[in-house]
């Protein structure tokens, strides 16, 4: 059974950063893709980073363009998101989620992920 924890989440001031942590634990990475996910109070969750389960290509969505960076450290099973230049908009709960690599990370639809970690609140406010 695959498990994912999320860490890293806090309040930052818009315009700061902050960098997500998703250990996953019962497989390695290279069996999955991880991707990052948010929801804001009243939204639908919507998918905001991936990368595939050789690691070979990462997806970041075009509202965190150029701020949002995903990578991960295989060995630590771990996927992280650094996330800078913060805005207001950004605030929400952040999951990580894994899909095996017969689909797309990419494609970002949720029923497509397996796992999912319990979430971690971002909050972006002065």
């Known amino acids: 059974q695959l498990q994912l924890v999320e860490s890293g989440g806090g309040l930052v001031q818009p315009g700061g950063s902050l960098r997500l942590s998703c250990a996953v634990s019962g497989s390695t990475l290279d069996y999955y893709g991880i991707g990052w996910f948010r929801q804001a109070p009243g939204k639908e969750r919507e998918g905001v980073s991936c990368?595939?389960?050789?690691?070979?290509?990462?997806n970041v969505v075009y509202p965190v363009l150029g701020r949002f960076t995903i990578s991960r450290d295989v060995a630590k099973n771990t996927v992280y998101l650094q996330m800078n230049s913060l805005k207001p908009e950004d605030s929400a709960i952040y999951y990580c989620a894994a899909v095996l690599p017969k689909y797309s990370c990419s494609d970002y639809v949720p029923r497509h992920y397996d796992y999912w970690g319990q979430g971690t609140q971002v909050t972006v406010s002065s």
């Open positions: 990368i595939n389960s050789s690691g070979s290509t990462t």
